[in-house]
């Protein structure tokens, strides 16, 4: 990788560092509505994928409050 190549990952980097509960409901949420089955293997398998948003970053939240 190149100089130019690491500077780039750096800078998209620092939106989901930024934000990290946000921004792992936010793929916790695309990732779900994608591949629908793979919910179930998780605690909140029940929640409406409608929902699902708004309980990924709680239930995030409460893990990084956590640790």
Same mark, same amino acid.
């Given at each position: 990788?190149?100089? $130019?190549? @690491? %500077? +780039?990952?750096?800078?998209?980097?620092?939106? *989901? @560092?930024?934000? *990290? !509960?946000?921004? =792992?409901?936010?793929?916790?949420? &695309?990732?779900?509505?994608?591949? *629908?089955?793979?919910?179930?293997?998780?605690?909140?398998?029940? @929640? *409406?994928?409608?929902? +699902?948003? @708004?309980?990924?970053?709680?239930?995030? =939240? /409460? %893990? /990084? !409050? &956590? $640790?």
């Amino acid at each position: 990788m190149n100089s $130019d190549e @690491v %500077q +780039l990952i750096k800078k998209t980097w620092e939106i *989901p @560092v930024a934000t *990290p !509960t946000d921004s =792992g409901a936010a793929i916790l949420t &695309q990732f779900f509505n994608r591949f *629908p089955s793979n919910l179930e293997k998780f605690p909140f398998r029940d @929640v *409406p994928l409608e929902e +699902l948003s @708004v309980s990924c970053t709680l239930h995030i =939240g /409460l %893990q /990084l !409050t &956590q $640790d």
